[in-house]
């Protein structure tokens, strides 16, 4: 028989990973991982295929095991405990519904291995049933549900058993687009009202970015951020985490200057300054990348002359429009970039934002110096 | 794990004692078949190959030989004929009771093949064929017919007709197209039922005992009756050729079609 | 363009003609003209004579009873070692599927006669296995093998079980591994899991495995003609002899129409099972 059914007082648990090793043949896919979420929070593991976060979220359930280091679910340490005795819940990518139970008898599995059984059975099934505002498909075959109802089958199936976190792996990703966007925000709901504290895995950063309290970002194996979603958007400490979470324009440069508030950056389309609190250990003749990202950007014509007298200094640059995407609300306008290598430069305007963008035509750039990004580049970049 | 480690042991423990019983019988009858003596031993020092050298005198086996190959290549040419037709008119055609008649036509397999002999035996009598290799014909494409129906039609299933209308797109009429990308994608299935279809009649032995007379004898019927009135280790000579021509369909079977499909149940 | 079509897809249906006719001819039509001279008497009328006195003679009842015990020992064997074999090579890696595959199919090819004269001479008195266990100090005396039941099941089991393999393997291959992880975060030990989870989504393998064996071993002839000779009589066997050795016509067709019958019965029973179970799980892998 599975653990003891948890949660039933309501408390849910927090999670602490020390020191996840997790080796496949010599390469090591987890490598030294440190990770702690707070009861009732909901954490999103973003990342590209192969970082690893699927991979942690199988060790978190217990689904295979790590070379070293402990996993904690609250105060227990569920590192030597198989997956069956953790009681925690797991909604697969693929569902993985039993297809030749039906909707109540899915959700009743986890209960039964608990060794639930009579009125509390059936009162635990049709509490998971309601959350998920399936009440009605009890008795359906899974083969007759559609995308988004065998989701939220799967989640409460999930949730059923009353456990003490919840993983959810990519759970949205085989719903159309549309439906993905409305159970974003109801699956969101759904684990608030049963106060669940939930992991998530996916690739999509929109999705962590509106799922999720905290994101952990993560790359062969680390984790690069972990911060509130606004956080990481506005300050991605890495350009991994630069690149992997929205949109950004890009240079490489120099640092020419470093004076006590401002670091100045030579690069191939013009000077850029940052706030020196961006790097504050940069030196001169350190390469490095600047960035920022497209919504701050204002596009001005050439003869524009700066700005009111703002008090806020600005980055200028010349540049010549390439392509404009219709977004639809906004409108995203790549500029030709001298610079060697793929980096974009491209700002975001709203659609009815009054200056034109043909291809070919010369333009200004200018956004306040206080958003830039600085990264240190090695040599090798 | 520890658990983890012990089932994979147990598993690999599993597998290979499954594959040793499987082949090690094989295995003695060919090595019975390079012992000296004349009892049914393993060899147990001395090796020899007079059981190979009394095989190639036995009397009456040539015939016999030729008799079976006979009716097993013309029974499997006629199945892959009459096999592919059905196979196909089942899978392309739009008619009620297609799922019956792929059903009638893959019961052979499902029937004792004893009694389809005594069947076939008491038909034949009636009507008066006397032709011992016009009887086994007959009664070998009755049980090769479901092997190339069954097969190819699965092979058919599988195959997704949206390659021929890319074909089409690219230039090929639809006969051209069919001929170019659907014969290929056929191949394998028609091989692997052929091959199977052949070593079905080579090794059947329900219907042609009943059709079959005293002078003239399928291989299986022969072999059996040496068993029976004197055994020798030249059976076992038999039986090894026999083993040897089963390796080499398999082998070319597998590099023709590769190993999972050969198992198309 | 839609009328050719049609008549184009109908046009194909005529291709099945030759095939079905002639199996119609020459094994439908056969096997009803079985069942009516089971019917008829010496002299050319109609008769219940065959079937009484089939019914009525108590050996014949042993006889059946010996066919259907043996065919039930088989399927039994075969289904305990062939399922977890078959759920053991879903789940190791290609090259070892390869292997067993060849271990499975190679004895296929070979044919009956073959395996069967492999055993008689592994199961003497003075053969191989008697050695070893000899050797080893387990028996003093040599097992009798041959001649009897437990030589004729061995052989049995070493010819038909890549029957009950290769279709619960087909069904082991598909079932998700997810699933049973799934059931494993639900609390399900891996005895619950096994019990609710993977053995009812292999249930459509283990039908059509036992139907394959249990038919094959009520209708085999050659296995127990080399194996346990004229002491246990099966019903193919009775059959044959009638036909070959007494030239009793009407005694060979009534038990001929009793083994068809048997046939018939497993196939109707198992596809029906069959159906049902599909139309519980219909599809095998949900979503995405």
């Given at each position: ?39 009732g929070e909901f954490v999103s593991l973003l990342g590209p295929s192969g970082c690893g976060k699927t991979t942690l979220l199988r060790i978190i359930a217990g689904l295979i095991a790590c070379d070293a280091g402990r996993v904690v679910v609250g105060d227990t340490d569920v590192t030597k405990l198989p ?299 | ?9 147990a598993r690999g423990l599993l597998l290979t004692a499954v594959a040793l019983f499987m082949l090690l019988p094989l295995l003695v009858v060919v090595l019975v078949s390079f012992s000296d003596s004349s009892v049914f031993n393993l060899p147990s020092g001395a090796w020899s190959l007079r059981w190979y ?128 990308v659907m014969v290929p994608g056929l191949a394998p299935a028609f091989l692997t039922s052929g091959l199977f279809a052949f070593l079905a009649s080579m090794d059947n032995y329900p219907i042609s005992i009943f059709l079959t007379d005293a002078r003239q004898k399928t291989l299986p019927i022969e072999i ?42 | ?288």
């Amino acid at each position: 028989m599975g653990g003891a059914l948890g949660s039933r007082d309501g408390a849910v648990s927090s999670l602490l990973l020390s020191g996840i090793v997790k080796r496949y043949g010599t390469q090591a896919v987890v490598d030294g991982l440190d990770f702690s979420i707070r009861s009732g929070e909901f954490v999103s593991l973003l990342g590209p295929s192969g970082c690893g976060k699927t991979t942690l979220l199988r060790i978190i359930a217990g689904l295979i095991a790590c070379d070293a280091g402990r996993v904690v679910v609250g105060d227990t340490d569920v590192t030597k405990l198989p997956a069956h005795r953790r009681n925690i819940g797991v909604v697969f990518q693929s569902y993985a519904l039993f297809p030749h139970l039906t909707v109540g008898e899915n959700i009743a599995f986890g209960l039964k291995a608990h060794g639930v059984q009579g009125t509390e059975l059936a009162a635990g099934v049709s509490q998971a049933l309601k959350a998920v505002q399936l009440s009605a498909l009890a008795d359906r075959p899974i083969s007759a549900l559609s995308g988004g109802q065998q989701q939220r089958v799967a989640v409460a199936r999930a949730i059923a058993t009353r456990p003490r976190l919840i993983l959810l792996d990519e759970p949205l990703s085989a719903l159309d687009r549309k439906l993905r966007e409305t159970m974003q925000i109801e699956l969101r709901q759904m684990l608030r009202d049963a106060g669940m504290t939930a992991i998530f895995v996916t690739h999509d950063q929109e999705e962590a970015l509106v799922m999720s309290d905290r994101i952990a970002v993560m790359n062969h194996g680390r984790i690069e951020q972990f911060d509130a979603p606004d956080t990481i958007y506005a300050r991605p400490s890495t350009p991994f985490a630069l690149n992997f979470v929205g949109l950004s324009s890009q240079w490489h440069g120099e640092v020419s200057r470093v004076s006590d508030t401002l670091l100045t950056v030579q690069t191939d389309c013009g000077t850029i300054d940052a706030p020196l609190a961006a790097l504050p250990d940069a030196t001169p003749g350190a390469r490095v990348l600047v960035g920022v990202r497209p919504e701050m950007i204002e596009i001005k014509h050439l003869e524009t002359s700066l700005a009111p007298l703002d008090a806020v200094p600005r980055n200028r640059l010349a540049v010549t429009v390439g392509e404009t995407v219709f977004l639809g609300s906004r409108r995203l306008v790549y500029f030709q970039s001298q610079q060697v290598g793929a980096n974009a430069v491209m700002a975001e305007v709203a659609t009815n934002q009054s200056v034109a963008t043909a291809p070919g035509d010369q333009l200004q750039l200018s956004w306040p110096v206080g958003h830039t990004l600085v990264y240190p580049m090695s040599a090798s970049h | 794990m520890n658990s983890i480690c012990m089932v994979r042991w147990a598993r690999g423990l599993l597998l290979t004692a499954v594959a040793l019983f499987m082949l090690l019988p094989l295995l003695v009858v060919v090595l019975v078949s390079f012992s000296d003596s004349s009892v049914f031993n393993l060899p147990s020092g001395a090796w020899s190959l007079r059981w190979y050298d009394s095989m190639l005198h036995k009397e009456g086996l040539g015939a016999t030989l030729s008799l079976s190959l006979g009716v097993a290549l013309a029974s499997t040419l006629v199945a892959l004929v009459l096999g592919t037709l059905c196979a196909v008119a089942i899978e392309q055609g739009r008619f009620k009771g297609r799922e019956a008649l792929l059903a009638f036509l893959v019961s052979p397999l499902l029937m004792p093949g004893l009694v389809i002999g005594v069947a076939l035996l008491q038909a034949l009598r009636a009507i008066g064929l006397q032709d011992v290799f016009g009887a086994l014909l007959i009664g070998h494409i009755v049980i090769t017919l479901p092997y190339v129906t069954r097969t190819v039609h699965a092979s058919l299933v599988l195959f997704d007709m949206r390659l021929i209308e890319a074909a089409q797109t690219l230039g090929l009429s639809k006969p051209r197209a069919l001929l170019q990308v659907m014969v290929p994608g056929l191949a394998p299935a028609f091989l692997t039922s052929g091959l199977f279809a052949f070593l079905a009649s080579m090794d059947n032995y329900p219907i042609s005992i009943f059709l079959t007379d005293a002078r003239q004898k399928t291989l299986p019927i022969e072999i059996l009756r040496y068993l029976e009135e004197s055994p020798d280790p030249t059976i076992a000579a038999i039986s090894s050729c026999l083993i040897f021509l089963a390796i080499v369909v398999l082998v070319v079977a597998e590099r023709l079609v590769g190993m999972r499909r050969l198992a198309q149940f | 363009m839609a009328s050719t079509a049609h008549s184009a897809t109908s046009r194909v249906a005529w291709l099945a003609i030759p095939g079905a006719g002639y199996l119609l001819l020459v094994f439908a039509l056969p096997l009803a003209l079985l069942l009516a001279s089971s019917f008829q008497s010496e002299q050319g009328g109609f008769t219940w004579q065959g079937y009484t006195n089939f019914l009525s003679d108590p050996f014949n009842a042993t006889v059946v009873w010996n066919t259907l015990k043996i065919a039930f020992i088989v399927t039994g064997l075969c289904l305990l070692i062939g399922y977890p074999t078959a759920f053991a090579m879903a789940r190791t890696s290609l090259p070892v599927q390869g292997g067993m595959f060849l271990a499975l199919i190679l004895p296929l090819s070979v044919g009956v006669i073959v395996k069967s004269f492999a055993w008689t001479i592994i199961l003497r008195s003075n053969g191989p296995i008697n050695h070893i266990l000899m050797s080893l100090g387990i028996v003093d005396d040599p097992v009798k093998l041959l001649f009897n039941e437990r030589g004729l099941v061995i052989a049995a089991v070493h010819v038909f079980l890549p029957f009950m393999v290769l279709p619960i393997f087909t069904v082991a291959r598909q079932i998700d591994s997810r699933m049973q992880e799934a059931a494993a975060t639900l609390g399900a030990t891996p005895v619950h899991t096994f019990l609710k989870v993977t053995w009812p989504l292999s249930l459509p393998g283990v039908v059509t495995g036992c139907a394959f064996v249990f038919s094959m071993a009520v209708s085999m002839y050659v296995i127990p003609a080399l194996l346990i000779g004229d002491r246990y009589q099966t019903l193919p066997a009775m059959m044959a002899r009638a036909y070959l050795f007494m030239r009793d016509r009407q005694a060979g067709s009534t038990m001929a129409v009793v083994l068809l019958l048997i046939a018939v019965f497993i196939v109707v029973a198992s596809t029906l099972l069959t159906r049902r179970l599909q139309a519980r799980t219909q599809a095998q892998g949900v979503a995405a």
